[in-house]
Protein backbone atom coordinates (compact mmCIF):
# COMPACT_ATOMS: atom_id res chain seq x y z
CA UNK A 1 0.00 0.00 0.00
CA UNK A 2 1.59 3.50 -0.82
CA UNK A 3 1.16 5.97 1.89
CA UNK A 4 2.55 9.14 2.77
CA UNK A 5 2.41 9.79 7.06
CA UNK A 6 2.59 13.45 7.99
CA UNK A 7 3.88 13.91 11.84
CA UNK A 8 5.38 17.40 13.94
CA UNK A 9 2.14 19.04 14.08
CA UNK A 10 1.14 20.46 17.20
CA UNK A 11 1.05 24.03 19.41
CA UNK A 12 2.92 26.48 18.68
CA UNK A 13 3.02 30.38 20.16
CA UNK A 14 3.56 33.03 17.50
CA UNK A 15 7.27 33.53 16.39
CA UNK A 16 7.74 30.21 17.45
CA UNK A 17 9.08 27.40 14.66
CA UNK A 18 8.23 23.92 13.58
CA UNK A 19 9.50 21.65 11.68
CA UNK A 20 7.11 18.86 9.66
CA UNK A 21 7.92 15.81 8.42
CA UNK A 22 6.30 13.13 5.67
CA UNK A 23 7.14 9.81 5.22
CA UNK A 24 6.69 7.36 2.49
CA UNK A 25 6.21 3.94 2.95
CA UNK A 26 5.07 1.13 0.14
CA UNK A 27 7.38 3.31 -1.93
CA UNK A 28 10.34 5.70 -2.34
CA UNK A 29 10.21 9.46 -3.03
CA UNK A 30 13.23 9.29 -5.09
CA UNK A 31 11.68 10.05 -8.60
CA UNK A 32 8.54 12.65 -7.14
CA UNK A 33 7.99 16.39 -6.24
CA UNK A 34 6.60 16.76 -2.90
CA UNK A 35 4.27 19.71 -2.47
CA UNK A 36 3.19 20.45 1.03
CA UNK A 37 -0.38 22.02 1.31
CA UNK A 38 -3.21 23.53 4.07
CA UNK A 39 -6.52 24.13 5.12
CA UNK A 40 -7.60 26.62 7.62
CA UNK A 41 -10.94 26.74 8.86
CA UNK A 42 -13.46 28.07 6.35
CA UNK A 43 -10.71 28.40 3.43
CA UNK A 44 -9.84 26.72 0.14
CA UNK A 45 -6.99 24.14 0.26
CA UNK A 46 -3.83 26.15 -0.45
CA UNK A 47 -0.30 25.30 -1.94
CA UNK A 48 2.16 26.22 0.71
CA UNK A 49 5.67 24.31 -0.63
CA UNK A 50 7.12 22.53 -2.89
CA UNK A 51 10.56 20.54 -3.57
CA UNK A 52 11.71 18.87 -6.91
CA UNK A 53 12.69 15.18 -6.75
CA UNK A 54 16.37 15.95 -7.14
CA UNK A 55 15.81 18.49 -4.14
CA UNK A 56 17.08 21.51 -6.48
CA UNK A 57 14.45 23.43 -7.20
CA UNK A 58 11.65 25.06 -4.71
CA UNK A 59 8.42 26.83 -4.28
CA UNK A 60 6.93 28.84 -1.79
CA UNK A 61 3.43 30.60 -1.19
CA UNK A 62 4.28 34.32 -0.87
CA UNK A 63 2.94 34.52 2.48
CA UNK A 64 5.23 31.44 3.71
CA UNK A 65 8.28 33.08 1.40
CA UNK A 66 11.12 33.97 3.84
CA UNK A 67 9.74 31.95 6.63
CA UNK A 68 9.43 28.43 5.59
CA UNK A 69 12.34 25.77 4.17
CA UNK A 70 11.67 22.73 2.12
CA UNK A 71 14.54 19.66 2.06
CA UNK A 72 14.29 16.21 1.76
CA UNK A 73 16.16 13.24 2.45
CA UNK A 74 15.76 10.50 -0.02
CA UNK A 75 18.12 8.28 2.02
CA UNK A 76 15.05 8.26 5.18
CA UNK A 77 11.62 8.73 1.99
CA UNK A 78 11.34 11.82 3.75
CA UNK A 79 10.58 15.67 3.48
CA UNK A 80 10.63 17.98 5.92
CA UNK A 81 8.80 21.32 6.34
CA UNK A 82 10.54 23.78 8.72
CA UNK A 83 7.95 26.82 9.35
CA UNK A 84 9.68 29.90 11.36
CA UNK A 85 8.17 33.10 12.22
CA UNK A 86 4.78 31.72 12.86
CA UNK A 87 1.65 33.61 12.75
CA UNK A 88 -1.60 31.82 13.61
CA UNK A 89 -2.69 32.61 10.15
CA UNK A 90 -0.60 29.64 9.58
CA UNK A 91 -2.79 27.53 11.43
CA UNK A 92 -4.21 24.78 9.49
CA UNK A 93 -4.08 20.59 8.83
CA UNK A 94 -0.94 20.78 6.47
CA UNK A 95 -0.96 17.75 3.97
CA UNK A 96 1.68 16.35 2.03
CA UNK A 97 1.52 15.21 -1.27
CA UNK A 98 3.57 13.22 -3.94
CA UNK A 99 3.56 13.71 -7.97
CA UNK A 100 5.33 13.77 -11.33
CA UNK A 101 5.25 16.85 -12.91
CA UNK A 102 4.35 16.90 -16.54
CA UNK A 103 3.58 19.26 -19.40
CA UNK A 104 1.56 22.19 -17.79
CA UNK A 105 2.98 22.07 -14.45
CA UNK A 106 1.39 24.24 -11.79
CA UNK A 107 3.28 23.20 -8.35
CA UNK A 108 0.11 24.51 -6.41
CA UNK A 109 -2.35 23.09 -8.16
CA UNK A 110 -3.37 19.95 -6.12
CA UNK A 111 -4.35 18.03 -9.51
CA UNK A 112 -1.08 17.23 -10.18
CA UNK A 113 -0.47 15.16 -6.96
CA UNK A 114 -1.08 11.52 -7.19
CA UNK A 115 -0.52 10.55 -3.11
CA UNK A 116 -1.37 12.18 -0.04
CA UNK A 117 -1.21 12.16 3.45
CA UNK A 118 -3.82 12.13 6.21
CA UNK A 119 -2.75 15.55 7.15
CA UNK A 120 -0.90 16.93 10.52
CA UNK A 121 -2.89 20.33 12.79
CA UNK A 122 -0.67 23.25 13.30
CA UNK A 123 -2.22 25.25 15.81
CA UNK A 124 -0.82 28.87 16.30
CA UNK A 125 -1.83 30.75 19.40
CA UNK A 126 -1.00 32.33 22.56
Known amino acids: QLQLVESGGGLVQPGGSLTLACAASGFTLDYYDIGWFRQAPGKEREGVSCVSSSGSSTNFAGSVKGRFIIWRDNAKNTVYLKMNSLKPEDTAVYYC???????????????????WGQGTQVTVSS
Open 97 to 115: AAGVPDSDYVWDDERWFDY
